[in-house]
């Protein structure tokens, strides 16, 4: 099983939560140094919790699942800044 497939099993354990909420995921890119972009889809792009969903779930779920990910990142999560925004440490 490929890098590519691998990570696609990790979110595979997640998709159903966020489907429950009408969200979703994909992966636009592995980067050569083995760096994970997603792209939250549905209400997951514009939800005030995207941060928490990704750093506590979608995050946690790839790193464990493949190693050998350095980092992963969502071009399209909400700003840190963003007032609305729910933040893990807000928890």
């Given amino acids: 099983m490929n890098l590519l497939e691998r990570v696609e099993q990790a979110l595979d354990t997640i998709r159903p939560y966020l489907e ?3 969200g979703n995921v994909s992966i636009e890119e592995i980067t050569p ?3 994970v972009k997603l792209k939250l889809l549905g209400t997951c792009a514009n939800c005030s919790m995207s941060i928490m969903t990704f750093k506590a779930g979608l995050e946690q779920a ?4 493949v190693p050998e990910i350095v ?5 399209n999560l909400t700003d840190m800044n963003d007032p609305n925004a729910i933040t893990p440490n807000q928890l």
């Fill in 20 to 22: 429950t909420d009408g």
């Fill in 33 to 35: 140094d083995n760096v």
């Fill in 62 to 65: 790839i790193k464990k699942a």
């Fill in 71 to 75: 980092a992963v990142e969502a071009i």
